[in-house]
């Protein structure tokens, strides 16, 4: 989006209600952008890469809470999260004491030729709450991505093998190994090639565009998992040459696409079977989105390997690769990072973990969630341009098509409805060709997530219009 593009919204006509956000939610003082932003969107339009995807011009200055203030002083409600980052909320005070203090006292030493303390109290920590029986063994990185490549590299590393198998609809990541497992969006990959070899993808059970009735939901996504050993291994993929499947619990940059409990199971006895690394990615699914700690926790399946990121630390950045203690058996020097582990954004983890325990965020991310798809059930028959709302907790897509018979998707008409949310003060942002995600920080309250709701409607029935 341009600059140009991005003035116009400021034009924009006000949708047409009888009641407007509440009292005590966003507040918008100029139009959108305001002279501030225009300013700092002119040198980013100079300065910075043309890569990102900036879905409407907020230029951030502060934040607390699910609060956002930009740098002309509008007050935004934040249901992105910034990605799905800050579990916590923004600032929090107990996440901002514990980077202050620690920063006064060691910034880097790097955890990869040295030793600290924090380390190894964060990987306990996570042991407790591991998605799998322990004990367990960790590694730490810098981002999602990061988290990825190291399990890439173990699952081959630990298996002799050199075969991967992944998901169409799948983000991993950017970094090329994480990109040859990504299958969201062609842009993503186009002239980035040759990729990493040996990566296989197959079908992921979208159970609204795939299954022929709710009723067909379990054949359905049983067939997914079945393709993997009734033709894949029976044509082109030997099983014994498969180190790991990485999968999605939920599909983030996909649609926000739940994976159905019998799929994981299903891929779980695949693996077992084939002795089979499963590796699940919880970069954007874990640390309480989904009212548990990990995504995959709703389908009773322990997998091999855990990918985390995003919410960990709040917004530090910080990837972890979690397996079963076995599994991560490599020598040393063969895979570390400089920053990995970096002390603040442990401090930042550990103050993270601090506040959903105290705060009871599990449970909040739970019952909010809960509260938002009661409100939205009947979003399907009553909202012309909603074809599904699906999630767990606080991780929802709302699904945006043409025709819900054909469920076309209504790529255009998403991103108006998001555009238009942001001019009413709420954020939002798209994922897969047509899905509004939202996913708001876990501290967010039943108030604030009526306001969202409210705009979020109005905005789809605008743009339906």
């Known amino acids: 989006m341009t600059v140009e593009m991005m003035a116009k919204s400021a034009t924009t006509k006000a949708?047409?209600?009888?009641?407007?956000?509440?009292?005590?939610?966003?507040?918008?003082?100029?139009?959108?952008?305001?002279p501030n932003a225009r300013r700092v969107l002119q040198g980013d339009e100079k300065y910075i890469s043309p890569s990102y995807t900036r879905s409407y011009p907020l230029v951030a200055k502060s934040g607390r809470g699910i609060v956002i203030t930009d740098v002309d002083g509008n007050e935004f409600y934040d249901f992105s999260a910034g990605i799905a980052v800050t579990s916590s909320g923004h600032c929090h005070p107990h996440v901002v004491a514990a980077i202050q203090k620690q920063a006064g006292e060691l910034i880097h030493m790097s955890g990869t030729d040295f030793y600290y303390e924090s380390m190894v109290e964060l990987a306990a920590r996570l042991s407790k709450i591991a998605p799998m029986s322990g004990p367990h063994r960790v590694y730490y990185g810098n981002s999602g991505a990061e988290a990825i490549e190291c399990a890439l590299k173990l699952a081959r590393y630990h298996t002799k093998r050199q075969n991967v198998i992944a998901f169409l609809g799948a983000f991993h990541g950017r970094t090329m190994g994480a990109l040859s497992l990504t299958a969201s969006k062609p842009q993503q990959r186009r002239r980035f090639g040759p990729l990493v070899p040996g990566v296989?993808?197959?079908?992921?059970?979208?159970?609204?565009?795939?299954?022929?009735?709710?009723?067909?939901?379990?054949?359905?996504?049983?067939?997914?998992a079945r393709f993997i050993e009734e033709k894949l291994f029976k044509t082109t993929l030997a099983p014994e040459e498969v180190a790991a499947i990485f999968v999605e619990p939920v599909q983030g940059e996909g649609g926000y696409v739940v994976a159905p409990k019998i799929f994981m199971q299903e891929l779980r006895r695949i693996c077992d079977r084939h002795g089979i690394m499963l590796v699940v990615d919880e970069v954007q699914s874990g640390i309480g989105r989904?009212?548990?700690?990990?995504?995959?926790?709703?389908?009773?399946?322990?997998?091999?390997?855990?990918?985390?990121?995003?919410?960990?630390?709040?917004?530090?950045?910080?990837?972890?690769?979690?397996?079963?203690?076995?599994?991560?058996?490599?020598?040393?020097?063969s895979h570390a990072s400089t920053f990995g582990g970096n002390p603040i954004c442990i401090a930042a983890a550990l103050a993270t973990l601090d506040v959903i325990e105290k705060e009871h965020l599990l449970e909040n991310s739970a019952s909010i969630g809960n509260h938002m798809m009661k409100r939205m059930a009947d979003w399907p028959a009553k909202l012309k341009l909603v074809g599904d709302v699906r999630g767990r907790g606080?991780?929802?897509?709302?699904?945006?098509?043409?025709?819900?018979?054909?469920?076309?998707?209504?790529?255009?008409?998403?991103?108006?409805i998001v555009e238009m949310a942001f001019e009413h003060g709420v954020l939002f942002l798209g994922c897969g060709p047509s899905t509004v995600r939202i996913c708001p920080a876990l501290v967010v309250t039943k108030e604030q997530a009526d306001v969202a709701i409210d705009v979020l409607e109005r905005c789809i029935a605008a743009v339906g219009e």
């Open 15 to 34: 949708i047409t209600s009888t009641k407007g956000p509440a009292a005590n939610g966003p507040k918008i003082k100029t139009a959108l952008p305001g």
């Open 394 to 416: 606080l991780m929802i897509g709302v699904d945006i098509v043409k025709d819900k018979v054909t469920k076309e998707y209504a790529h255009a008409e998403r991103d108006r």
């Open 290 to 333: 989904t009212g548990k700690w990990f995504a995959v926790e709703h389908t009773g399946v322990e997998p091999d390997m855990v990918c985390m990121a995003k919410g960990i630390a709040s917004g530090m950045p910080l990837g972890i690769t979690m397996t079963r203690a076995e599994i991560m058996d490599w020598v040393p020097g």
């Open 200 to 224: 296989t993808h197959v079908r992921y059970p979208d159970v609204y565009r795939g299954a022929s009735s709710p009723e067909d939901a379990d054949n359905f996504a049983l067939s997914c």
